[in-house]
């Protein structure tokens, strides 16, 4: 039976310095990899001035999806930051959409997961709970489906006052998955760096964890 993992984040570069590295540990245990995006993330850091960032976004998105062997790319484009204005039922219809197109593109039985973020959004940002919750109410409704939940331990996100929203540590007895993606850190640093326009956040996080625990273990 195919398997398919589908990535639903909010920010064109979060499953990127995210769970980058079991989305391509996954494709090569053969699982189909599909990614939906809620914004454009036409908000995000602009430290080159650029004058179309959410368009710019896009394109490194889909660089760094192409990295990844990704099946196919879905970007919704909501206005990034105000996912929490927006009727949840208006988003969930289109995520709920999507997934039905992708599903129906396979005409042998298949095996579906989603990924995201953990309910509190990994930082606390308002679109990233917004896409992790929506994608548990899909779930929900989608008898048989898990979801495998993104999250940090406690040594992967002991660090406070790095930025305005910072990572959330979860205690053991929440996570009950640990990957090892350390095989896949190189290629792990190159999507990072797809996100040229996000080169300052990248460049932090890998000064932060880019040689510990961090990007070795993926935490579910």
């Known amino acids: 039976m195919k ?8 920010h064109p570069d979060d499953e990127a ?27 995000g850091s602009n430290p080159g001035d650029l004058p179309s960032l959410g368009s710019t976004r896009l394109t490194e ?7 990844m062997g990704a099946a196919s790319t879905h970007a919704l484009h909501y206005p990034d930051g105000k996912l929490d204005t927006i009727p949840r039922r208006e988003i969930g219809e289109e995520m709920q959409r999507i997934i039905g197109d992708i599903v129906a593109t396979y005409t042998k039985p298949i095996d579906y997961a989603y990924m995201t973020f953990e309910p509190d959004g ?18 929900e409704q989608d008898e048989g489906v898990t979801v495998w939940y993104f999250c940090l ?10 930025a305005y929203y910072e990572p959330r540590a979860r205690e053991d007895a929440y996570i009950t998955d640990r990957v ?17 326009s996000q080169r300052v956040d990248a460049a932090t996080m ?10 070795h273990i993926d935490q579910f």
């Open 3 to 10: 398997k398919l993992m589908i990535g639903i984040f909010a």
């Open 17 to 43: 310095f995210g769970p980058s590295g079991t989305l391509l540990k996954l494709h090569d245990e053969g699982y189909d990899i599909h990614l939906i995006l809620l914004t454009d993330g036409e908000a």
């Open 61 to 67: 998105w889909q660089a760094a999806a192409n990295i």
């Open 122 to 139: 990994l930082t606390g940002h308002h679109d990233h709970i917004v896409a992790s919750r929506l994608t548990t109410k899909i779930a």
């Open 153 to 162: 331990d406690s040594t992967q996100a002991p660090l406070t006052g790095t």
């Open 180 to 196: 090892d993606v350390s095989q896949y850190l190189t290629l792990k640093h190159q999507i990072m760096d797809a996100h040229v």
């Open 206 to 215: 890998k000064k932060l964890g880019g040689t510990t625990e961090c990007f």
